[in-house]
């Protein structure tokens, strides 16, 4: 009986060979040629104004709350609200920069609560950071509202969002910054990548710069633009290396050509769970209106651990997603203020879901489940 894994990748792979040799044959496999082809493909793809290819999210995130502070002339200290229930990059991003994360709750969906944000507003709030959990937009309409009255930031979280539509549109916009993965696991899949798509020109044209160490003219720019002097440029501040690559690019530009087909099959994926479960298990529903990427798909399950444990004598290899940050020492400091954060993360479960999977294979997922339930006696 062979195992079945949470994630297994799927990459067209002589396309993406064929991509990639392209890079090869130029000699051009860093920043520019496949970056530059990529973001255009990326904006095409989603409506937004801006993109910029990034060698990850978290670099993206990072970047995020960076320029924002700058622009809005943020100090150390100010706040920002984010969920508890998350990798621990989104939150970590915020304490680069001296600023403070405060906690807010989850709701049913497992995103932000727009009325617990609401509450844990303080005259030093500058910014709300929202993880699209899964893929699902939970309430980020009424908390992208609270954030216009209330003059605050909105940063997405959008590393599970490749795809993800909200009544018909993709998802992005009603953030001041978005930010999406590309890392191996993810629904548009390359060894590690990441686009951050500011609203404003300004900024987007700011975040080249600090990517590329604060050179104000990439290498390919230098390369590809006409003149004299193409060697001089600037550096105008300090910065990182956070820029992506052609070779990555190149991946993605094949993914992205997949992304709608791939997440159709996703959802289908997820119809068969919720068949197959019934009522055996709460199930994390789906915000109406929402057209999920499907990256997870999570149940709530009691004895959680000991579940996970059964199912893995079976060979089913499921996830958690997430532990509550405020577990970890770090963050201990804020435990007990998310409660509905720390219920869902003691007792969440992500089933399998890849491209991969057949119905079979959903079948045994759900047997699995089912037998796990009555062998420890987790209700749901």
Not at 47 to 73: C, I, M
Request: glycine residues 8%.
């Amino acid at each position: 009986m062979d195992p079945i894994h949470l994630f297994v990748p799927t990459f067209r792979i002589d396309e993406t060979l064929a991509e990639i040799r392209v890079c090869l044959e130029k000699g051009w496999t860093g920043l520019g040629f496949k970056t530059v082809e990529f973001e255009e493909a990326w904006k095409a793809y989603t409506g937004l104004a801006h993109a910029h290819f990034l060698n990850s999210a978290t670099a993206g995130l990072h970047l995020a709350v960076r320029l924002l502070k700058e622009h809005h002339g943020w100090q150390e200290g100010d706040e920002v609200v984010s969920t508890p229930l998350t990798f621990v990059s989104t939150n970590h991003v915020i304490l680069y920069e001296g600023l403070r994360v405060t906690f807010a709750d989850v709701d049913e969906h497992l995103c932000l609560d727009p009325d617990s944000v609401a509450a844990r507003l303080t005259p030093r709030t500058r910014a709300v950071m929202f993880v699209g959990m899964g893929g699902n937009t939970g309430r980020l309409a009424d908390v992208a509202a609270l954030c216009r009255e209330r003059g605050l930031a909105l940063i997405l979280d959008a590393s599970h969002m490749a795809g993800t539509r909200w009544q018909g549109r993709h998802v992005g916009a009603e953030a001041d910054v978005a930010v999406f993965s590309f890392q191996a696991v993810k629904n548009l899949p390359t060894a590690d990548a990441g686009m951050i798509c500011f609203r404003d020109g300004g900024l987007d044209a700011d975040v080249r710069t600090w990517t590329w160490l604060g050179i104000n003219k990439d290498t390919y720019s230098r390369t590809v633009g006409g003149g004299a002097y193409k060697w001089h440029y600037d550096v105008e501040h300090e910065g990182f290396k956070y820029h992506g690559n052609s070779v990555m690019a190149a991946i993605g530009l094949v993914a992205i050509k997949h992304l709608d087909q791939d997440n159709a099959y996703r959802r289908q994926v997820a119809a068969w769970y919720d068949e197959l479960l019934g009522d055996t298990v709460e199930r994390v529903p789906v915000m109406p209106g929402c057209e999920s990427s499907r990256h997870l798909y999570q149940v709530l399950v009691d004895r959680r651990d000991q579940v996970m444990l059964a199912l893995h004598q079976q060979q089913i290899y499921p996830g958690v997603h997430y532990r509550d940050n405020t577990l970890y020492r770090m963050y201990e400091h804020a435990r007990g203020t998310c409660p509905r954060s720390l219920a869902a993360s003691e007792r969440t479960i992500s089933l399998p879901m890849h491209l991969r999977l057949s119905r079979g294979d959903v079948e045994r997922v759900a047997r699995g489940v089912r037998q796990s339930l009555r062998l420890v006696g987790g209700s749901a």
